[in-house]
């Protein structure tokens, strides 16, 4: 296998003189008075879709009462509890003990991307302080987190999405065509996005689409709309004719999608 610019090669991806590609490895860090257990299972399944977890850490108060919910589920997913005690009232002893472990592991240079799990705006500089070193910035928090932390990460995902099944406290609805139409914001992020990745004649690769809206915005989710994927969103706001073609293999099928205004153009 040849090595790859700039690639950093570990030990453990050497075997018998061979370069083993490895997924990346991953440090989740969680802020446990920010954070709801019920996001436990939907919030790995997340982390798995980016790489390995091979650093879980949660950090609070474990004397207080308040953190009796994540005490249940944190042996069921290996999560280590990191003890920081509330010595003065006012004070996030927290939140510093998770941005100095955060930077200690930074450091360390053996992660790819890091996930910061809180809904404080604390953690906006942290998270930005990571990414200057080239290192990619998870961020999973509440609706109500700062826009300045959201926008501090490569890739923020609203917990409300993720929380089990039966916790219907605050259910995500899907939104119908009219609501889709009428939402300004989603629909100049879908077609600017589509514009950029198009040909000559408008088509465009969905994949490419979805990497556009990324690099623009954070926060963006098929799902903060009820929808699972991408394809399913776009198809539903009624602008944008899609079609699905043939791959280079002949076998597998690829996305694409085409603003309907420009059919009207042409």
Known sequence: MAIRKNMVVRPSQVLDGEIKESQPRLAVLIDADNAQPSIIEGLMSEIAKFGVASVKRIYGDWTSPR??????????????PIQQF?????????????????????????????????????????????????ITVYGFGEKKTPQAFVSACDKFIYTEVLRAKDDISQPVNKKTTRELKMDTRLVNLL??????????????????????????????????????????????????????????DGQSRVVFVKDKRKKLSD
Do not use: H
Not at 67 to 80: D, F, N, R
Not at 209 to 231: A, E, H, M, W
């Open 67 to 80: 953190l009796a919910g994540w005490k249940e589920v944190l042996l069921q997913y290996s999560i280590q």
């Open 86 to 134: 509330s010595y003065t009232t006012g004070k996030n002893a927290t939140d510093n003990a998770m941005i100095i472990d955060a930077m200690d592991l930074l450091y360390t240079n053996r992660f790819d991307g890091f996930c910061l799990v809180s809904s404080d705006s604390d953690f906006t500089r942290l998270a930005s302080r990571i990414r200057e070193e080239g």
């Open 191 to 248: 077609r600017g996005a589509v514009d950029a990745g198009s040909d000559d004649i408008g088509w465009a690769n969905l994949a490419v689409v979805g990497r556009n809206i990324s690099n623009q915005s954070p926060d963006f989710d098929p799902r903060n709309y009820g929808y699972k994927k991408l394809k399913e969103l776009i198809r539903a706001t009624d602008l944008f004719e899609i079609e699905e073609r043939a791959g280079v």
